[in-house]
């Protein structure tokens, strides 16, 4: 993991150059710092060499002047090389999320998917930024001031270093302990961001049936979990820094002590001594250092996890090597064969066969659940069949790109999405290059046009988060407008025309039928009213394909299609 980690290195290895070596020399110069001290007590001190200390102390000035710099460059560069190491990933992360299939967001949570997108990676950039930069220089500042005590004083840097195996074994077990913690409170915030996204995007149901106390319970439920987990979190931190501490100052302590004697008995001079506690500091930053890395890297390391976790999953739906772009598709489609399952278990469709010829409008109608919806997903690949296959201008769908095939179908669905932004990125959605002209014109084949034009910005104006601020009907005639603009010959519209008052569904009907002229059209619908003029009828029951014709000639065989009309018509009435 490690490995793959330092490989986000690589194109910021000029940026990590310049803040490794500054760092390097600002440790260097620490180092030197005792030395200076030591000279000027037991040398230039007793002979009363004035002019050399004022000397030797600008000289020191100057060079705490220069580090001062190189501290500054350390902190903003390294923050530089974390923020793009992070910006990289996200962008990563972004990407691969994007070309999952659906059905890795029927099982992910959105809030879990945010999580790894903001709060991860957050601390996998701090990470970067301070990790292999914080080791490299505690190892060396660490080596580098032992050696210098061993040379001053071989037993009194030997009674220095016993310390450290012991802080081995405490940073090892602090180490696991901590990277338990991360990766708990890490799960219960991803939870917390799923709860927060369910409430907030469905808080108009959530108001409509007073639910907000309920919601409030859940949400406290997922909340006092994280608290719980960050307070452990930071307890065991806080465990860690204290031991860290407690065991740093008896170390300089005993240093004092020891030195104070060895000193007493001839064997250091008072520039020696003093020049070895000034050490002792200098071996305890990297201890320090250390430390605080011990709080960093299981925080990193588990969101570093998490993102490998998700980048691990390779998209269902996946292009065959040998694909092809397709231009312009006729709309010939054959389904031969075809069983489909979501889960692998519960069969939601057995060999359905069915063959729809360039141009012909088809109306899917049956029970609720039946399969309707999923006959229609299969055909731009959003799951891809189990068994049998489907085939568009003899063309098996699998062996086409993804990216062609869906550019040649069009979705209006009852449920429609529309992005937050102005009515006309809304409809240019539908084709990215579209010209003020083209986007003008399909509104006013969706009848869009006189409402936009009664808006108090036109085209210009905000909808809203999902196109809150229009009504149901201008939402679907907005959907209508953006597939008008993207001019697809396969047309698949998902019960688009319920729920709205029989004026609108008029004019959203009127639409649908001058979208639909020359293509080749699948209509998913409830209310077979909208259907009478569909060149096929397909009637799907949780069995199969029960029965197909015209309106008339499925009436005239009374059986399914006659009796869900009849059951229509008498609630109707009623
Ligand atoms: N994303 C999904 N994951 C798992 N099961 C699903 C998914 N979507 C639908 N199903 C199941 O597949 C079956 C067929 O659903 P589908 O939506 O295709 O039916 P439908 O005929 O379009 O129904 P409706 O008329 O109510 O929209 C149902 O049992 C449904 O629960």
């Known amino acids: 993991m490690l490995k793959q980690f330092f490989s986000y290195y690589k194109p910021h290895k000029r940026l990590f150059i310049i803040d490794f070596s500054c760092a390097v020399f600002v440790a260097i110069l620490e180092l030197a710092f005792p030395v200076a001290v030591q000279w000027l007590i037991d040398e230039l001190l007793p002979n009363g060499e004035w002019d050399k200390i004022v000397t030797v102390s600008i000289l020191l000035l100057a060079v705490y002047v220069l580090s001062t710099f190189m501290q500054f460059i350390v902190s903003y560069l390294g923050h530089k090389l974390g923020i793009n190491i992070e910006t990289d990933m996200r962008e990563e992360l972004f990407t691969h999320v994007q070309r999952q299939s659906f059905r890795f967001f029927d099982n992910t949570k959105t809030g879990h998917i945010m999580s790894r997108i903001t709060n991860d990676l957050f601390d996998i950039g701090e990470l970067a930024h301070h990790g292999p930069e914080d080791f490299f220089i505690a190892i060396m500042t660490f080596t580098g001031a032992f050696w210098i005590m061993f040379t001053i004083n071989p037993t009194l840097a030997i009674i220095a270093l016993v310390i450290v195996p012991l802080l081995t074994v405490l940073v090892t077990y602090c180490n696991i302990a901590m990277n338990k913690a991360w990766h708990r409170m890490y799960h219960n915030i991803a939870d917390v961001n799923a709860r927060v996204e369910d409430a907030v995007s469905g808080v108009r149901v ?24 960050k307070i452990k979190a930071y ?19 005993i240093v004092l002590v020891v030195g104070a004697w060895l000193s007493f008995n001839g064997s250091l001079s008072y520039g020696e001594l003093v020049s070895f506690v000034l050490y002792t500091n200098v071996l305890i930053k990297p201890v320090d250092k250390i430390s605080a890395l011990l709080e960093l890297y299981p925080k990193g390391m588990a969101g570093f996890r998490r993102f490998q976790e998700i980048l691990a999953k390779e ?29 692998g278990h519960q069969q939601v469709l057995e060999n359905i066969n069915l063959q729809i010829t360039p141009g012909e409008t088809v109306a899917f109608v049956g029970p609720s659940g039946a399969g309707k919806t999923t006959i229609c997903s ?40 529309l992005f937050t932004g102005t009515v006309r990125e809304n409809i240019a959605y539908g084709k990215q290059n579209a010209t003020d002209e083209e986007i003008m014109l399909a509104a006013k084949k969706a009848h869009l046009d006189q409402v936009i034009a009664d808006l108090p910005d036109g085209y210009d104006t905000q909808i809203g988060e999902r196109g809150l601020k229009l009504s149901g009907g201008q939402k679907q005639r907005m959907a209508i407008a953006r597939t008008f603009l993207k001019n697809p010959p396969i047309l698949i519209l998902d019960e688009a025309t319920s729920a709205l008052d029989t004026e609108t569904e008029r004019m959203i009907q009127q639409s649908l039928d001058q979208l639909a002229e020359n293509r080749t059209t699948l209509v998913i619908a ?38 869900l009309h009849k059951i229509q018509y008498e609630k109707n009435e009623d």
Do not use: C, W
């Open 378 to 417: 299969l055909i731009p690949r959003f799951y891809d069949v189990n068994n049998g296959s489907i085939s568009i201008d003899d063309h098996d769908i699998r062996n086409i790109t993804k990216k062609s095939l869906r550019s040649q179908i069009g979705i209006v669905q009852q449920d429609v999405f």
């Open 235 to 253: 307890k065991v931190m806080a465990g860690t820094h204290s031991s860290i501490y407690m065991m740093t100052r008896f170390l300089t302590l």
């Open 206 to 229: 959530v108001q409509s049936f007073t639910n907000e106390d309920f919601e409030l319970n859940r949400f406290n439920q997922d909340n006092g979990r994280f608290r719980k987990a």
């Open 526 to 563: 409830h209310r077979l009213a909208t259907i009478k003029d569909a060149d096929r009828v397909v009637v799907v029951t949780n069995e199969g394909i029960a029965e197909q014709g015209s309106y008339q000639k499925l009436l005239a065989m009374d059986a399914v299609f006659a009796r």
């Open 315 to 343: 998209p269902e739906i996946k292009n065959d090597p040998n694909a092809m772009e397709v231009d312009k598709l006729t709309g010939n489609i054959r389904f031969d064969h075809v069983d489909f399952s979501y889960d």
